[in-house]
């Protein structure tokens, strides 16, 4: 087994020494089994998928109640309420 040695701003390493913690291994184990993952990143038709879906929540989301008696109101109107 070989050593290497990493650098990592103090947020990143505080991040990992934790997650090690949870994990109940150590940072060197805890770090050689993520790198053994293999990588989980969406494929593109995927990604454009779940994109595609986020839209759709929003959009389909609850409507604003900006119409008055089923009209939008006049430029004049919305200033007027300030």
Do not use: C, W
């Amino acid at each position: 087994m070989k050593n290497v040695t990493i650098s990592m701003d103090d947020d990143l390493y505080r991040i990992t020494r934790v997650e090690a913690a949870k994990a109940g291994k150590s940072m060197s184990r805890h770090i050689a089994d993520r790198l053994r993952q293999p990588a989980r990143l969406p494929a593109p038709d995927e990604e454009r998928r779940l994109h595609l879906e986020a839209l759709e929540r929003v959009f389909a989301g609850p409507k604003l109640p900006i119409s008055e008696n089923g009209r939008m109101p006049t430029a004049e109107e919305r200033n007027a309420r300030r």
